[in-house]
C-alpha cells in the first residue's frame, strides 16, 4: 500500500532557478519507494526566474494542486523602480538610490520572514481539503520561502498529521541576511518565529552537516541530513566531455550574487594570460559589479557573460566545459553552504574548481569524490597554481558520476527521504 504526503512548496515549474529541482526530483522518485506524493504551489507566483522546459519534467501521475497569494512585491518594484517578476528575494539587493534603498530597508524589516506570507491563508484551507480527500498523514513544506512552514505547523495542529520541514537554506542566519540594512528588532522577530519552526516540527531536514549544527545552536534537537544531488536521467543522453577548442573552456553556471563575484579568480586569470589559453564563461543572472572588474582588468575578450539558459542548455553547457566553476560567497560562516548545482557539476563528470572555506562542505565533498581542486576564495596564488595545474591535464574526465547508487544521486537520496516518510514515529 502506498503512503501518502503532501509536499507544499513555492517553487515549482515553471519556475527556474536551483530551488526547484529538489522537490521535483523527489516527486519522480518517490513513488519507486512506496510513496505516492501529491503538491500544493502557488496559482500566480513572482518567479525571479522561469524555466518553461522544466514544465515537461513534471513526472506523470502526479497530481498538483494550486491556490493563489497576494505578494507585495508590486509595492516593493515600484520603490525599487523593478517589475515584481524581477525581484530576486534571495540574494542581496541594492540601495543605489534613495527609492531602491527605501524598497531595501522594507524587504529587510518588514517582509518577516519573507514577502511570500501572502500565500498562507489560501494555502491552509487548500491543503486542509487535500489532505481530507486523500487520507494524507504526513506533510513536507519545504523552504525558502521559510513563511511556507507555516502551513505545516497548521496542518500539525489542526488535522493532527506529522510534519517535516524541509530547509533548502538558512534562514535567519543566511548569508544575504549580512548585507541587508537589517534592525535589532526584525532581527528578533524572525530568529522567533525560525526557532518556533524548528522546535515544533516532527523531523526537520537540512542538506548539509553543518547547517545542522548551525541550526542545532538556535534549537537542539535531531536533525536528518538530506543533500541535494543530480539526476542521472539528466546525463543518459549527453556525452560528457571537454570543449573542441584549443582553448581551454572554464564555465561558471548559476546567479552571481555581489558577495559571490569572484574578484581574485579574474585577477588569476589576467595574470596566466596568454600563457595559458582559456576562456571564461558565466552562464546566469550575475551582479553587475562583475562587469565592473571585468572592464579593470581588461577582460572583456577572454571573459563573457550569456542569459540564464534553460536546465537541459545549462546541463550540455557543464558537459561540454573544461572546467567548472563554484564561487561560494565571500561572507562570514559559509561552511554550510554547498550550492545545488555543485552536485551537478559532479554529474557532469567535469573537473570542479571551488572557490570558498578549505574546511567548507563544498570542498569536503569535492576532496571526498576526488572531483577537482579547491582554493580560497582570496586565494590568488592558490587560485593560479590550479589554473596552471589543470592546464597540463587538459581533457581529463574527472569522474563517471552517471549510476544510480551513486551516494549523491537523486535516487539514493528520495531512497533516504522515503525511510523518513515511512519511519514509524512510536519506535
Known sequence: MEHNVLIVTYYWPPSGGPGVQRYLKFAKYLPRFGVRPFVLTVDNPTYPIRDQSLVREIPDGITVYKSKTIEPFG??????????????????????????????WIRANIFIPDARAGWLLTAKRKSEEIIRAHGISTVITTGPPHSVHFIGRHLQQKQQVRWL?????????????????????????????????????????????????NFRKISERGYRVITNGFDPDDFQSIAAGPSLS?????????????????????????????????????????????????????????????????????????CGADLLLLCIPDTKHMQHHIPGKFFEYLGSGRPVLVLGPEDGESARILREQEAGYTAEFNDIGKIKTALETFSKQAGRTISKARMENHPYSRIELTKKLSQLILEDPLI
Do not use: C
Open 75 to 104: 509595492i516593493y518594484a515600484g520603490l525599487s523602480g523593478d517589475r515584481a517578476e524581477s525581484v530576486k528575494p534571495t540574494i542581496e539587493l541594492q540601495a543605489n538610490s534613495f527609492r531602491s534603498a527605501l524598497g531595501s
Open 246 to 318: 584549443p582553448e581551454l573552456m572554464i564555465r561558471h553556471i548559476g546567479n552571481i550574487g555581489e558577495a559571490a563575484v569572484p574578484d581574485a579568480f579574474l585577477k588569476a586569470v589576467a595574470e596566466v594570460s596568454p600563457a595559458i589559453k582559456l576562456n571564461v564563461e558565466f552562464i546566469g543572472h550575475v551582479h553587475p559589479r562583475l562587469h565592473t572588474v571585468l572592464n579593470e582588468l581588461g577582460l572583456e575578450k577572454s571573459v563573457s557573460v550569456k542569459d540564464y539558459l534553460p536546465h537541459r542548455k545549462a546541463l550540455e553547457k557543464m
Open 165 to 213: 520541514a524541509d530547509f533548502r537554506d538558512p534562514w535567519s542566519r543566511v548569508y544575504y541576511n549580512q548585507l541587508l540594512p537589517r534592525t535589532r528588532m526584525a532581527e528578533q522577530v524572525d530568529e522567533k518565529l525560525e526557532k518556533t519552526v524548528l522546535k515544533q516540527a516532527d523531523e526537520v531536514i537540512v542538506v548539509s552537516r553543518p547547517q545542522a549544527e
